[in-house]
T-cell receptor, first 114, second 111 residues
Framework: NAGVTQTPKFRVLKTGQSMTLLCAQD?????MYWYRQDPGMGLRLIHY???????AKGEVPDGYNVSRLKKQNFLLGLESAAPSQTSVYFC?????????????FGDGTRLSIL | GESVGLHLPTLSVQEGDNSIINCAYS??????FIWYKQESGKGPQFIID?????DKRQGQRVTVLLNKTVKHLSLQIAATQPGDSAVYFC??????????FGSGTKLNVKP
């Protein structure tokens, strides 16, 4: 039972480079999320999706784009990486229900921008 | 925007003692709250949740208390063990499927 899987686990980029972080979940969850976590801080929501083909902005969306072409996958893209985007990125997913449901998290992608 | 915060950034307790981690939230319309545990190098793990129509919920060795009057949430861990050492986050549901997280409290359990 894999749960939420993030790829890659570590990456170092140069300023201006682009890359895509992949999140895959095998729990048939409708909702998926991308967060960033900086030292000494909680998780901040970048973008989220309430279903296949839909995305929405979170608290800190600037500099990122996302796509949800398949229900099980949620991609986070950095078109032109900046040092301020050095962070740990977490993907999460949850069921859509008449009542709220907790999120299930991956183990993170550690991204450094030089 | 609305935010969730924590009173104590670091809490040290002796093994076997009870731990209490606090959280203040600011959105009075939030109706669902979650506590997560995050170990080093891992993603947050669900511990316990509570809905706004409750003021207390118990799990295995953990209890969450909700005081809507003062917008306060707490996590109580009974008989704290070394394996409980981690960072604990509260999360507030501000709209369907959307959560805001506090900055976290680090729990250090001394043997």
């Amino acid at each position: 039972n894999a749960g939420v899987t993030q790829t890659p686990k570590f990456r170092v980029l140069k300023t201006g480079q682009s890359m895509t972080l992949l999140c895959a979940q095998d729990m048939n969850h409708e909702y998926m999320y991308w967060y960033r976590q900086d030292p000494g801080m909680g998780l901040r929501l970048i973008h989220y999706s309430v279903g296949e083909g839909t995305t929405a902005k979170g608290e800190v969306p600037d500099g990122y784009n996302v796509s949800r072409l398949k229900k099980q996958n949620f991609l986070l893209g950095l078109e032109s990486a900046a040092p301020s985007q050095t962070s740990v990125y977490f993907c999460a997913s949850s069921f859509r229900s008449y009542s709220n449901q907790p999120q299930h998290f991956g183990d993170g992608t550690r991204l450094s921008i030089l | 925007g609305e935010s969730v915060g924590l009173h104590l950034p670091t809490l040290s307790v002796q093994e076997g003692d009870n731990s209490i981690i606090n959280c203040a939230y600011s959105n009075s319309a939030s109706d669902y709250f979650i506590w997560y545990k995050q170990e080093s190098g891992k993603g947050p793990q669900f511990i316990i949740d509570i809905r706004s129509n409750m003021d207390k919920r118990q799990g295995q060795r953990v209890t969450v208390l909700l005081n809507k009057t003062v917008k306060h949430l707490s996590l109580q861990i009974a008989a704290t063990q070394p394996g409980d050492s981690a960072v604990y986050f509260c999360a507030e549901n501000i709209s369907p499927g959307k959560f805001y997280f506090g900055s976290g409290t680090k729990l250090n359990v001394k043997p």
